[in-house]
């Protein structure tokens, strides 16, 4: 094969590859030019109200298992109360065949409210409330860590009612597992390989590249920085990458928790901007896990992944050849990465 650099498969098909999982992703520049006739969303409907007497998650209001949430201020946590885990589940194993193999899980899920207003997503939120979230979640995870049988925590959200959400009123969920995700499993495989090879963090390698050569980087502040992967799979996927070490959530102190929820905050409203609505999006932070021999190869980051590809109500689908063969992208991270800048 010829060796060549990234600037000469600008406009011709290519794959990429995602260090954190050893996935390939295929690139077609050239078909950023396709007409589109499928399936077009509807606009955003009405503004929220402040609070909404039928929601499940506002202040004060029953929820559908049954409790009723106290009139909270800030951030609120609750047991979810239709979890795809449960606390005490026995440990077991089955295999019938050869190739068949079953595992018991246990673990627990939460619910992370932002705030008592069902009207204001995270980057609304007034600094200090967005610092509380940032603390909750650290808070969750050291708490979750303490506990024997929980070795790996997921924070996350789905926002917006494309993305599956059950409320618009903003939230956020953690599950909590005693075995590694799939996708952890592999960052925890990968960056432990990449350390043993170099010496240094794969992600911290990852960003010191990419600071240096800017195409990639969206913004940053004075201690976290924005990247639309080189390996990015959605159309506008950003990695959130400290500049510091951090193997996991309850490693920072409060100027670093600061600077995540200003960064985080500043990064969804660029993505609202983006098309001038609110962008369906899942996001999350992957950490350490609690038991990894490798916690020296981590870095602490968060992935974001919109739906969102050509405008307000055009979305990307992963379908057919995705589904069936691998991910398939047709505008360039490079691209993206502009757009998201602003850059002209």
């Known amino acids: 094969m010829t060796q060549t650099t990234l600037a000469a498969l600008a406009t011709a098909p290519h794959h990429r590859r995602n260090p954190l999982t050893g996935d390939w992703v295929l690139v077609s520049p050239h078909r950023m030019q396709r007409p589109w006739q499928g399936q ?3 606009p955003p ?19 559908a298992g049954g409790a009723t949430n106290p009139d909270y201020q800030g951030t609120f946590v609750f047991d979810n109360d239709f979890p795809a885990l449960l606390p005490h589940t026995p440990t077991a194993h089955a295999s019938e065949a050869p190739w068949m193999e079953a595992r018991s899980e246990t673990g627990l899920c939460r619910v992370i409210c932002y705030s008592p207003r069902h009207d204001v997503p995270f980057g609304r939120l007034p600094p200090e409330a967005a610092l509380g979230v940032i603390q909750t979640w650290t808070d969750q995870v050291r708490d979750l860590y303490a506990r024997p049988a929980i070795n790996c925590v997921q924070l996350f959200e789905n926002r917006g009612e494309g993305m599956g959400a059950s409320s618009p009123h903003p939230h956020g969920q953690l599950w909590a597992t005693s ?3 799939n996708e952890v499993d592999k960052e925890d495989r990968a960056q432990a390989a990449w350390y043993a090879t170099h010496g240094s963090p794969l992600l911290t390698q990852v960003l010191d590249f990419e600071r240096r050569a800017a195409d990639r980087l969206v913004f940053e502040n004075d201690l976290w920085s924005v990247l ?3 390996w990015a799979t959605w159309p506008f996927e950003t990695l959130v990458l400290p500049r510091f070490a951090a193997p996991c959530l309850t490693d920072l102190d409060l100027p670093q928790q600061r600077a995540l929820a200003d960064i985080w905050q500043r990064l969804c409203n660029r993505y609202d901007q983006l098309f001038g609505t609110p962008m369906p999006l899942s996001c999350g932070l992957h950490l350490a896990p609690k038991a990894s021999p490798h916690r020296q190869a981590w870095q602490l980051h968060a992935h974001f992944f919109p739906v969102l590809l050509r405008s307000a109500t055009v979305r990307k689908f992963m379908v057919g050849y995705e589904m069936l063969a691998g991910p398939q992208r047709d505008l360039t991270p490079e691209e993206a990465a502009r757009r998201l800048r602003g850059d002209p």
Do not use: E, I
Request: proline share 18%; net charge neutral.
């Open 40 to 42: 077009v969303d509807a």
């Open 179 to 181: 075995q590694l995700s």
């Open 228 to 230: 639309v992967p080189f």
């Open 45 to 63: 409907g009405a503004a929220l109200p402040a609070h909404d007497p039928a929601c499940y998650l506002c202040p004060r209001n029953p929820r």
